[in-house]
């Protein structure tokens, strides 16, 4: 859950900082419009704050960072982490327990989500956290303090999400940052923008425009699904939404001059030797997907108002989480997915931590950790009681494999047919209301 | 004055041919929508046309261009090149007598603008051509007998030119492109777009976006004072209109998936070497400056229609027109000049190519291809018997340096006097006018 703006390399940042410094001072020693020098100020501090997030102290002029920094890359930390590579467009691991994310952590330089956090969510929203931070499925986060901050102080923020629309069915797995990003919209009441980054599909799939654009259409049916408040909602096509907004593409240049290429290779993660035409993509895609963060690409909604903060829900992967075997990509559950099929799934595929013999397991218990059904309750059964309880029914051998399939598939059955029906009666109509630029009702200051 | 497509390397262009004409046969095979084929189909003639521009020849199928292709950018072209050097940011020359251009026109793939066409668009418009063409002032192009088939056929093209913005006083030399412009726009009757691409001005100066945009309308100003026709010209704004139009971005996107990097770096000329940062912008502008030769761009004037072909007229450089003097930045004509000052600078910054005596020049003569103020007149002067009287008494030694001075002198005071006139009476009403998006009145069949 980063918030606004891009993650960089301390030095980067650091130099990025005293030129923006210079440039408000110029200003300022100028008589410059009092909004032209709020915008460069408020750039500034953001600078500072990105700055103390990823160093852990204040930016203090004169003293650039060492290569101590928490997020630079040396070659060292590179040999350290080649066994977990995470960009936007890999999550590959060496391990067989999956990703470290306690060391991705430091190497994005966001923090962890911790008891204390979680803690304040609950006292700020007044509702229990929702069962994906209580169980650590989103573990990390870049400046959700300062979010709280605002909203105690009645100051509005915005949530904004995104996908990347593709033809295939939607995975169980894509949902989960949507269910999570639908909680924090009901318990913060707060407007949610959803980016359909459907210019990244079209340069990237063998598409034209009107697929990329229809598969837009059909994706966001599965989105609107999960329960979006219309009031409170936009969903927006690039593709369209670039010709429709007067800041949007403003933006983007402002994006553009602000974050060097040095910066992009430090968040993406592509070296020198990587392919040119990659590259190219990789530079020039950050700043449309970092533009929504900004609360003037959105003057429908926001106006011209450039002080709202915004929260980024985001999943690092939906790896492990849309397949019941890793092998076998038709493995995964999809929201298309029959009864009879989810059964099937669950039974044939997913992988097991339990015994080989129903007498060893008696005796000697499964293993919840390596087991795929057990992981998926862990994101999809509500009840923390009845969970724990089978955790350790598993473990200790008093509940079987075949018992413990069944109770996912008693619960994935249910999920997956009450999706189908909201999102069968989400028409073509319902799709252009969510995606018509226009006004949200909410109660800002 | 090239049209439509951005040029590449030949087998860059193939290749590109070989996928589109898979992409046209796997849409009719899939019975896809007639306007998708079409578009298809229309990209893929125009690859082929730029193709044959290019290498002299029809593409054909599995025949890959050899080494032998004009446009192709060997080390020995290289080397053989290595004292002219032009790319969108630089124009330098190792040689006195400045740019070989027809070095350049086959460096670019572009055909040289000779006696033959110049003919045809006299026929076609029924117009006299234009002193720029006659003297060879723009000299080359890219499919510009396809306009003429266009045109000559009751079919519309339309124009497209631009400026990068920028706070100074424009230049004299700045106009050539604009003067040209209008010409056309008369001639043929035909709608106009400008794009001022402060966007590149936003990112590459050290300005606000404001500052930028401000920039915009100041130079739009002096554009307008050319003379052009608010009924058919529509001047934009990058940062502006890139949000005013639905189809603007799309195409830029359209573009990128279409324009490989290197196809990029062959037009544009930089090395892996070149700096990184610079590259980055090098590669996603092209895009940008690209989309308005696409009429769909433009939907208020245009509406969907993409068949519409495109015209560009463009100046490679206007380093020697500008300046009096090449070492001196401040012996540029600028439009906002006094009478006083333009004959102080033609006085004492012109370069003569008259003798050190006028002794000597008398029995000598004076070099009218080094000099400065017969190379205006050749631009300024619209009097084709009276510049080749000047030119031969020049040369016989009958006229003197400070009569050929005076010469000029004479035409560039009324010249500026009168354009600063039009300027004045262009208010940000009719600025205004100009940058909205609107129908545009021409007679289309």
Same sequence: chains 1, 2.
């Avoid at 904004?160 to 939607?170: C, F, K, L, Q, V």
């Avoid at 002080?307 to 492990?320: F, K, M, N, R, S």
């Avoid at 075949?402 to 999706?419: C, M, N, R, S, Y």
Wanted: hydrophobic share 35%; charged share 25%.
């Amino acid at each position: 859950m980063p918030s606004g703006e891009p993650c960089t390399s301390p030095l980067e940042l650091f130099n990025s900082i005293a030129t923006q410094g210079e440039l408000v001072r110029s200003l300022k020693a100028g008589n410059a419009p009092k909004d032209e020098i709020d915008s460069a100020v408020k750039m500034l501090l953001s600078l500072k704050m990105s700055y103390k997030a990823a160093m852990g102290e204040e930016y203090k002029a004169g003293c650039p960072p060492g290569d101590r920094a928490a997020g630079s890359h040396s070659d060292a930390d590179a040999a350290k982490a080649s066994e977990d590579f995470v960009d936007p467009w890999t999550v590959r691991t060496s391990s067989a327990k999956g990703i470290d994310y306690d060391k991705l952590i430091v190497q994005f330089g966001s923090s962890k989500i911790d008891k204390e956090l979680i803690n304040r969510i609950e006292r700020a929203t007044g509702q229990r956290p929702h069962r994906f931070l209580r169980r650590g499925i989103f573990f990390s986060h870049r400046d959700m303090n300062q979010i709280l901050d605002a909203y105690e102080n009645k100051k509005p923020f915005y949530l904004y999400t995104g996908r990347g629309p593709s033809s295939e069915a939607m995975h169980l797995g894509h949902l989960v940052p949507f269910i999570f990003t639908k909680w924090l919209q009901d318990v913060f009441d707060v407007p949610l923008v959803i980016q359909m980054s459907d210019d990244e599909k079209y340069l990237w799939k063998d598409l034209t425009l009107e697929q990329a654009y229809s598969y837009t259409v059909e994706n966001a049916k599965d989105i609107i699904a999960c329960g979006f408040d219309i009031n409170k909602t936009f969903i927006f096509s690039d593709l369209e939404y670039m010709g429709q907004s007067p800041g949007f593409y403003k933006n983007v240049v402002k994006i553009q001059k602000h974050v060097t290429f040095n910066q992009v290779k430090g968040i993406f993660g592509f070296t020198d030797s990587d392919c040119i035409g990659c590259a190219w993509w990789k530079i020039s895609f950050p700043a449309v997907q970092a533009a929504p963060s900004f609360s003037n690409s959105f003057p429908k909604i926001f106006r011209d108002r450039t002080d709202i903060q915004c929260l980024i829900p985001c999943a690092i992967d939906q790896g492990a989480q849309t397949k019941m075997s890793a092998s076998d990509p038709n493995s995964s559950i999809f929201l298309t997915d029959t009864a009879k099929q989810i059964k099937s799934k669950v039974n044939k595929h997913a992988f097991s931590g339990g015994r080989d013999t129903v007498e060893e397991h008696r005796q000697f218990g499964g293993n919840c950790e390596v087991d795929v059904s057990f992981m998926y309750l862990t994101f999809f059964l509500e009840d923390d009681d009845r969970l724990e309880q089978i955790r350790k029914d598993y473990t200790s051998g008093a509940m079987l494999t075949g018992e413990l399939k069944k109770t996912l598939i008693d619960v994935l059955q249910p999920l997956i047919a009450e999706h189908q029906a909201r999102r069968k009666a989400v028409t073509e109509e319902t799709v252009k209301e969510f995606m018509a630029p226009r006004q949200l009702s909410f109660h800002f200051q």
